[in-house]
């Protein structure tokens, strides 16, 4: 029977499961999420695949290292709905969300070589040790803004014991310096305060630099999983086409 379905184009559940690597349950699993199209019955009860379910199957293990399960769940959901906006909904949007990490780790490495520049540059004692004025003259903003950020734990100056002044030592400036850039490119104080931690929890900004190059690396295998994963896709929507 079994050879007689697979010459027939007509696939068993271990058929398609033993393509992929994955369990019989695995595949009945997808099937009830909605992953794969509804299958057919046998007078017996059996479901049959096709290869439309192949090309489903195939579009979803593809999806997930690009786009992560749930979206992946999402768009074929969507697929097998018949709702073709929203596959491209589901999908720009999780581009989207790769571009912004994009954009937030060059916001982080344009900081950090900020922070660099500053630091050889630096050469008089108010960059070493300032208060709330200068190092808002400093940053072009208000001491206001300093205070703000001081609120959200994002600086930590102390205070003087005799004037209750606020004092700025290096680790400060530099952190202030991080926020500073980070702002300007949009980004929430809730946004950055993880940032700072990490740097403060490294002693500096210089043990980040395998961190970044990780983050980069990670951004990269994303983006080819997303083309790969966009292959598949169309190969799906196309056997969708045909049948």
């Not at 009945?28 to 059996?46: H, K, M, V």
């Not at 720009?92 to 969300?97: I, K, L, M, N, P």
């Not at 609120?151 to 700025?168: M, N, S």
């Not at 931690?197 to 980069?216: C, I, K, S």
């Amino acid at each position: 029977m079994g050879r007689n379905l697979q010459t027939s184009g007509k696939l068993r559940p271990v058929d398609l499961a033993r393509r992929h690597g994955l369990s019989t349950q695995a595949v009945r699993n997808y099937e009830q999420a909605g992953i794969l199209p509804t299958a057919a019955r046998t007078a017996s009860g059996y479901r049959v695949y096709t290869p439309l379910h192949e090309r489903a199957l195939a579009a979803f293990l593809a999806l997930v290292p690009g786009h992560g399960h749930a979206t992946a769940t999402a768009v074929m959901q969507a697929v097998n709905r018949d709702a073709v906006d929203e596959v491209f909904r589901l999908i720009d949007e999780s581009h989207a969300r790769l571009l912004h990490d994009r954009r937030t780790l060059r916001a982080v490495e344009d900081a950090l070589r900020g922070l660099t520049a500053d630091a050889a540059a630096a050469d008089s004692a108010v960059f070493r040790q300032t208060f709330i004025g200068p190092l808002a003259r400093m940053l072009g903003v208000r001491p206001a803004t300093l205070r703000k950020w001081e609120d959200a734990g994002l600086v930590r100056p102390r205070r003087d014991p005799v004037t209750g002044y606020r004092v700025y030592d290096p680790a400060d400036v530099r952190d202030a310096h991080l926020v500073h850039q980070l702002r300007r490119g949009g980004y929430l104080l809730e946004q950055i305060a993880p940032l700072i931690a990490q740097v403060r929890t490294a002693g500096g900004v210089e043990p980040l630099e395998g961190a970044l190059r990780d983050w980069r690396g990670r951004l990269s295998d994303r983006g080819r999983a997303m083309l790969r994963g966009a292959a598949a896709l169309d190969a799906c929507l196309r056997e969708r086409e045909r049948d």
